[in-house]
């Protein structure tokens, strides 16, 4: 199964350079990610890991189609209204250079500014309470925790900081500035960016990875094989160095006995980070096993998950979970291991809506993402290419935690709007 996958994600990447092929659609992002992941997931590693029943694969193999049919459907009627479009990078580059001569680029700017403070600020009183940075502390990861939790108030000023560096992305490529502007951007990104890792997290890192990405892509340059390969080396690095700063040698020793991988002792590191790139996987199987195939009720949240955003924010997400027992993000019932809480996005759609919902909402997902990238590219934007930037990150990381189910989003969102000035607070 491990060579077949790799054989799926051969073939993506290679007809994706092809001319008027785009390796960033929505449909090879989500290919490419899970042809990838279900490699790693496949070489079976583990003494935990049981083949998946007949339903898990209906499920997620059933879910994956319907979000590439959706795909495939807003294609064909897009092409059908517009049979002459092509996609060209020229093009697309062009339209983008013209746009970018009607942003209000000084009001821009003092948007990014203020993110940066905010997020300073908000830096500074949480290292004030927690005492000191998590990175250089005795327990990085529960100090990370700490760091986040600090108040309210600060964790909303933190998540300022990923919004700056893709603003600051935005300012670098397409605003022209001066070199003294230049150099000043560089400064801010590279200072935002050394303290935001040294909170040792790893997600919203990669979220501004991608987005950066996809700004490359489509206002630069398109992406060639080669700067795949750089790229997935520098999230190697982004991600091996927050892993082996936040995870001592002792506890990952204790992590590979519990997880049963079949490795060396002295390749411990390495499989605790197969654990991490596999659990989604058998958390899922696990879940179906024990709540569709098994006979253990499981509370259907009825939309708690979509809109847990919301329900967060107005304090309600607790209380709902406690009056009906429902998982919390931390996906209690489907945890086959403590610590390992991360379940694929299709178990989060069962969760809300049942099978039902497993199936037909990856099918609107489809639909809604194809359609807000096909309307980008047919009239490209330096506005929509960057929310673009922010969608790809939902649809790469929903193997891993359901962006739609955090504030942050929608908080990233905000701020994209009030920046290019589609909402306006002055």
């Not at 290679?14 to 490419?32: N, Q």
């Not at 697309?92 to 500014?113: H, I, K, N, Q």
């Not at 949480?126 to 502390?137: C, E, N, R, T």
Request: charged residues 15%.
């Amino acid at each position: 199964m491990t060579w077949l996958m790799l054989a799926v994600l051969a073939a993506t990447l290679v007809t994706a350079f092809r001319p008027g092929f785009d390796l960033l659609s929505p449909s090879r992002i989500y290919i490419c990610v899970y042809a990838l992941l279900l490699a790693f997931y496949h070489l079976n590693l583990s003494r935990l890991q049981t083949p998946w029943s007949l339903t898990s694969n209906l499920l997620f193999y059933g879910a994956s189609a319907l979000f590439l049919a959706g795909g495939l459907w807003v294609w064909i009627a897009g092409k059908s209204k517009n049979p002459d479009w092509r996609l060209d990078f020229t093009a697309v580059r062009d339209a983008l250079r013209r746009d970018s001569e009607t942003v209000d680029w000084p009001w821009f700017r003092r948007v990014y500014a203020i993110c940066i403070l905010g997020f300073l600020i908000s830096f500074g009183v949480s290292m004030a309470i927690v005492g000191g940075l998590p990175a250089f502390m005795k327990d990085p990861d529960d100090a990370r925790i700490k760091f986040f939790s600090a108040t309210q108030i600060t964790n909303y000023g933190i998540f300022l900081g990923p919004i700056s560096l893709m603003l600051g992305m935005v300012l670098l490529w397409f605003s022209n500035p001066s070199r003294a502007g230049r150099r000043w951007i560089l400064a801010s990104l590279a200072f935002v960016l050394v303290l935001y890792m040294s909170i040792v997290t790893r997600y919203d890192l990669f979220r501004f990875l991608i987005f950066s990405v996809v700004l490359y892509h489509y206002g630069r340059k398109p992406l060639r094989f080669r700067h795949v390969l750089v790229g997935l080396f520098l999230g190697a690095i982004v991600f091996f160095a927050a892993f082996l700063i936040r995870v001592n040698t002792s506890s990952m020793e204790t992590f590979n006995e519990m997880i049963q991988v079949k490795m060396p002792k002295h390749l411990a590191w390495a499989s605790n980070i197969y654990a991490y790139l596999a659990n989604d996987f058998w958390n899922y199987d696990f879940a179906v096993t024990r709540y569709v195939d098994g006979d253990r009720h499981y509370p259907l949240q009825y939309g708690l998950g979509l809109f847990r955003a919301l329900l967060w924010n107005l304090h309600l997400e607790g209380p709902l979970d406690d009056a009906f027992h429902f998982d919390t993000l931390y996906n209690e019932s489907a945890a086959r291991i403590k610590g390992l809480n991360t379940v694929v996005y299709v178990w989060h759609f069962y969760k809300d809506f049942g099978i039902a919902g497993a199936l037909l909402l990856p099918l609107a997902a489809g639909l809604l993402a194809w359609k807000f990238y096909f309307n980008t590219m047919l009239t490209p934007t330096i506005f929509r290419v960057g929310i673009w930037g922010i969608l790809a990150g939902v649809v790469a990381l929903s193997y891993h935690t359901p962006l739609w189910e955090l504030w942050f989003l929608y908080l990233n969102l905000l701020v994209f709007f009030i920046a290019h000035r589609r909402v306006k607070i002055t």
